[in-house]
């Protein structure tokens, strides 16, 4: 059974920063990706990034693209979102989800998506 765990969610200000971090434990393969989506009050369900595990490519969301960055370090079952000039239109609550069918257009659907976390509340807000 695969769980994934987030943490770093909270209250930040317009401008500032956040950091999110996704544990994953249980038998993970190499070749799937993971990916970060985000759920607003009143709103679908979207993807806001995504890392391969395989070779590292990644994804972005037109909206977070130049503010967000994916990255994991050797050990590969943690990935962070490191959120930067956050605007209050980023308040949602933050998904890790990975998919077993690795790099393809399915990752940008929550449908594509075959484990998920419980998710995190980021709130940006003065």
């Known amino acids: 059974e695969v769980q994934l765990v987030e943490s770093g969610g909270g209250l930040v200000q317009p401008g500032g920063s956040l950091r999110l971090s996704c544990a994953a434990s249980?038998?993970?393969?190499?070749?799937?990706?993971m990916c970060w989506f985000r759920q607003a009050p009143g709103k679908e369900r979207e993807a806001v990034s995504c890392?391969?595990?395989?070779?590292?490519?990644?994804y972005y969301a037109d909206s977070v693209k130049s503010r967000f960055t994916i990255f994991s370090y050797n050990a590969k079952n943690t990935v962070y979102l490191q959120m930067d000039i956050m605007k209050p239109e980023d308040t949602a609550v933050y998904y890790c989800?990975?998919?077993?069918?690795?790099?393809?257009?399915?990752?940008?659907?929550?449908?594509?998506?075959?484990?998920w976390g419980e998710g995190t509340l980021v709130t940006v807000s003065s």
């Open positions: 989800a990975t998919s077993t069918r690795g790099w393809g257009p399915w990752i940008m659907t929550s449908n594509g998506m075959d484990y």
């Open positions: 890392k391969s595990r395989t070779d590292g490519q990644t």
């Open positions: 249980g038998r993970i393969f190499d070749d799937w990706a």
